[in-house]
């Protein structure tokens, strides 16, 4: 089969790769259909080289039809259309019961000390291949994919691996007080979508900071009073002054370490990848910095007794962080992996509903065949071409 390839810092490659197969019993393999290219690939493609080895299939935001199943798989079985979450978990862990399925014990990659294993995501999450591919073995596919019904096309559920659950929990540990006000930083895929989700379930206010235009003007066409930050010298002022001096109630960090517009972080990042892998792993791992302007800026924004939520990635170790400024304001910090399935029973009746509440169709600004992914992480990356959110097709 065709797969999307790994193979250095801005080198993705389309290549022939062994086809997948049933491996344990609780496997199944699908054929995909449509898979997304995620900002946390972007990480992969830039700065977390020093994880990845060459050939490593990419992608975690797949969709398709189910060809086989294993022997312990009986929720679904060939032919059904499936969603899988970026996240592998087993549903009946101590932690899976309690709706953490992002530190799913069975998957749980405990040799790196980290939480669940991902699809298609560095050696630190169990280095399973990736769903952007013409086929994808589905570990644990007896609790994992997500039947959706035929009918609407595939972007109406595609993003149910992970956009529209990361977006969810975003705005969920945002504690966004009914009519309070909400800023979102960082209109990407995660961003917009929180600013939609937060709409829909009842801010008074959504205000989402960028300094992308095509992605500022797409806040403002789905009803966020959108922040240019080259207009502003202190955005978290701006953010008071619309928000009777305060600052907002709840405030979303959607950027995450690569943050455009921090010269030292991102001179870091580039130290780190001039060095040997192993090196460069071991530095990322006791000492190293992200961007960390965003969340600095999150934290001077939000009101005192306010929230803030983390969904954009961070990766540092000795990250200076403002503890005093976060205590005298009795800030409240919730961050974490989405817990894809803990949602699915909130989100699949806004997806099904009439009128597409959140716009999921249309949410794409490009659908290419698979062989142009290495044109689509570049125009991604470089956010060429207007891109915003990318899907591959692999049948196209």
Known sequence: MKAVTWHGKRDVRVEEVPDPKIEESTDAVIRVTSTGICGSDLHLYEVLGAFMTEGDILGHEPMGIVEEVGDAVSGIKPGDRVVIPFNISCGHCWMCERGLQSQCETTQVKEQGKGAALLGYTKLYGQVPGGQAEYLRVPQAQYGPIKVPEGPPDERFVYLSDVVPTAWQAVEYAN???????????LGPIGQMSCRIARHRGAGQVIGVDLVPERLARAREHGALAIDTRDHKDIGE???????????????????????????????????NLLPQAVGAKITEKAGIDRMSVLYAAIDSVRR?????????????????????????????????????????DIMPVL?????????????????PLS???????????????????LLQPAK
């Open 176 to 186: 966004v007080p009914k009519d309070g006000t909400v800023v979102v930083f960082g």
């Open 238 to 272: 701006a953010i008071r002054q619309l928000t009777n001096g305060r600052g907002a109630d709840s405030v979303i960090d959607a950027v995450g370490m690569e943050a455009h517009g921090a010269p030292v972080g991102k001179f870091a990042h580039n130290l780190v």
């Open 305 to 345: 007794g306010g929230t803030i939520s983390l969904s954009g990635v961070y990766g540092g170790m000795v990250d200076p962080m403002p503890m005093m400024e976060l205590f005298d304001k009795q800030v409240q910090l919730r961050m974490g992996q989405a817990n894809v399935r803990h949602w699915l029973d």
């Open 352 to 368: 099904t509903a009439d009128g597409d509440p959140l716009g999921v169709e249309g949410f794409a600004t490009h659908k290419l």
């Open 372 to 390: 142009e992914a290495p044109r689509a992480y570049e125009i991604f990356q470089k956010k060429l071409d207007g891109a915003q959110k990318i």
